[in-house]
């Protein structure tokens, strides 16, 4: 089944009289269960195409959907509805919340979809485990290295239960090192959970973790590489 879909999607800016075409007719799908890498050099449209399958910017033209749902037409309360309950977001500079325990920053969302106290404390600390960060929960994140940062941010994407993840350059501010150990998290929650993962990359040792490559170029896809699990 087909969690993603992106038909003819593109997206032009304008700086001065110049017009930039940063997404120019994207096509792709993504059914649940799959771990993708979106691969290509800065600029070529790896972060526009994400922010627009998340609802955090809008298409030029093109149609996204999520579960079946066009994004285009919703009311931004609509939009944030979806990516609160629908989608989960890590981002490269963590996003966290500094005054926030790393148990804190996993619940927020589990708090705003209205989830019940008792049932909130057990998926935060069932998620939080899951990412290697039993005993630290009560840790903000001055208090946390990089790596254990971006794992916070792993565990609030997926605690949500979330029907798709969406990642962009996830490793970019982490040593080589932590950069596998969370990518290798990142495929572990795949393989384990069924956890959908779209990720964003220009490190060639990133995309050999990943099941499925889509290179893109100047705003279009350049391939698309199936792999064996």
């Keep these: 089944m087909s969690i993603l879909s992106v038909r003819a999607l593109s997206r032009t800016y304008h700086q001065g009289t110049q017009t930039i075409r940063a997404l120019d007719g994207v096509d792709f799908n993504v059914d649940a269960g799959e771990f993708t890498a979106l691969m ?21 033209s093109g149609v996204v959907e999520v579960e079946g749902r ?3 037409g919703l ?14 977001f890590v981002f490269q500079s963590y996003n966290l919340i500094p005054v926030l325990s790393a148990y804190e920053n996993t619940e927020f969302v589990l708090a705003l979809q209205g989830v019940p106290a008792a049932e909130r404390r057990e998926r935060a600390m ?41 990642a962009d350059e996830p490793t970019a501010n982490l040593d080589s090192h932590t950069g596998a150990e969370l990518i ?22 990133v995309q050999e973790a990943a099941r499925r490559v889509v290179r893109l170029v100047d705003g279009r896809i350049d391939g698309d590489e199936q792999r064996a699990p």
């Design 70 to 72: 066009p994004l285009r």
């Design 126 to 166: 069932r998620t939080l485990a899951a990412v290697g960060l039993a005993g630290m929960e009560g840790r903000r994140p001055s208090e946390l290295s990089g790596g254990q940062q971006q794992r916070v941010a792993v565990a609030r994407a997926i605690a949500g239960d979330p029907a798709l993840v969406l």
């Design 75 to 88: 009311s931004p309360g609509a939009l944030s509805d979806l990516r609160l309950h629908r989608i989960g």
């Design 184 to 205: 290798e998290l990142m495929a572990r929650l795949n393989a384990d959970q069924g956890v959908t993962f779209v990720f964003s990359t220009h490190d060639p040792k």
């Design 40 to 60: 290509g050099p800065s600029g070529s449209g790896k972060t526009t195409l994400l922010n627009l399958i998340g609802g955090l910017d809008r298409p030029t």
